[in-house]
């Protein structure tokens, strides 16, 4: 990757990327019946947005879903396309002013999986109800509940430093 993302001598980030891979994995494994499915309440999506405010929140994000996605019935096509899609978002979250704006690239890229889904189903009626509900459930995560909790977080001095100096 890099540098200014990544640097294999620092060893407090790869530490801090490592906890931020290990929540993501763990919220979302531990959550089953939430977190595989056309209708995907991840709690761990909520972390996605970490990205808008520092892009060093990236690898640990990338790992911790490609993590995650290894226990989905769908295991080989979702680290794949489901870690790449996390990819794409993440890089279109880091030019976003705005927090809700930047939320709504997650939403946008579920697509990817929706598709996915559809694809290995071959279920040709189903793909408008499968994008919808992958959507639909990922704007519920990101776009509601996380940037709720992150509009209360950023009036936290202590953390917003935190964050920022990831």
Known sequence: MNEKYFSFTDTNFLVKSAVVAALYAVLTIFMPVA??????????????????????????????????????????????????????????MEKANNLFIASLFPVLLMI??????????????????MIFQFMLSEFVMVSIIGVGIFKILEKNQGFMSYINNF
Do not use: H
């Open 35 to 92: 977190s595989y499915g056309p209708i995907q309440f991840r709690f761990s999506e909520i972390l996605v947005l970490l990205v808008f405010y520092n892009k060093r929140f990236i690898p640990g994000l990338l790992l911790g879903c490609a993590l995650a996605n290894v226990m989905s019935p769908m295991a080989a096509f979702d680290v794949i396309f489901g870690t790449l899609a996390s990819f794409v978002a993440f890089k279109l």
């Open 112 to 129: 990817v999986p929706a598709l996915g889904t559809w694809f290995i189903l071959a279920n040709n009626e189903a793909l408008l109800v």
